[in-house]
């Protein structure tokens, strides 16, 4: 029962350097999400898919791309990465857009030396 | 001023005890409402919905007061595995985008 999958788990980067986070989620669930957690500030998001085909900025879009591959995957791309974007980032799921049940992954720690 | 604030805390509680954690939020276009836990290092899952009336589920009851636009969350009789941050949840005119977190009031029940 793997719900929401994310990779890596972990991972360090230097500034300038790109990396691609994965998420896949098998329970058919339509919107897709991509948080980013800091200290005393709480979840915010980045950027989500309300469907299939659509990608919409969130509140902290500035720095990210990402792909709604299909309806199992939503990808989180950082093309030249910042110290600011040390983070945890969670990929959550939810069967329709607006959802209260969202369902995340288990996270990724990334470091950005 | 932040769309949802919450008292970072850390509560340090006894086993047994009672705990109350309020939240506010500035929208008040906002439609639902939410407590999600989360436990060290771990994903947020879902706790429970506030509704306007009030609700209840086991030891935690959940409030809202739409006119001072705040919502609470009440442990009963506080167990260690209560011990997590709890973390209030807006939506915004229930869109997928307008889901705004808190940034969780921590809880620490000692034994």
């Known amino acids: 029962n793997a719900g929401v999958t994310q990779t890596p788990k972990f991972q360090v980067l230097k500034t300038g350097q790109s990396m691609t986070l994965q998420c896949a989620q098998d329970m058919n669930h339509n919107s897709m999400y991509w948080y980013r957690q800091d200290p005393g500030m709480g979840l915010r998001l980045i950027y989500y898919s309300a469907s299939e085909g659509t990608t919409d900025k969130g509140e902290v879009p500035n720095g990210y791309n990402v792909s709604r591959l299909n309806k199992r995957e939503f990808s989180l791309r950082l093309e030249s990465a910042a110290p600011s974007q040390t983070s945890v980032y969670f990929c959550a799921s939810s069967e329709v857009e607006g959802s209260e049940k969202l369902f995340f992954g288990s996270g990724t720690q990334l470091s950005v030396l | 001023r932040k769309e949802v604030e919450q008292d970072p805390g850390p509560f340090n509680v006894p086993e047994g005890a009672t705990v109350a954690f309020n939240c506010t939020y500035s929208n008040s276009a906002s439609q639902s409402f939410f407590w999600y836990r989360q436990d060290c290092r771990k994903e947020p899952k879902l706790l429970m919905s506030v509704y306007s009336s009030g609700n209840e589920d086991g030891r935690f009851t959940a409030q809202l007061n739409r006119a001072s636009q705040y919502i609470s969350l009440l442990i009963r009789d506080s167990k260690l595995s209560d011990s997590a941050t709890y973390l209030c949840?807006?939506?915004?005119?229930?869109?997928?985008?307008?889901?705004?977190f808190g940034q969780g009031t921590e809880l620490s029940v000692k034994p």
């Open positions: 949840v807006v939506n915004i005119n229930n869109q997928g985008g307008k889901l705004i």
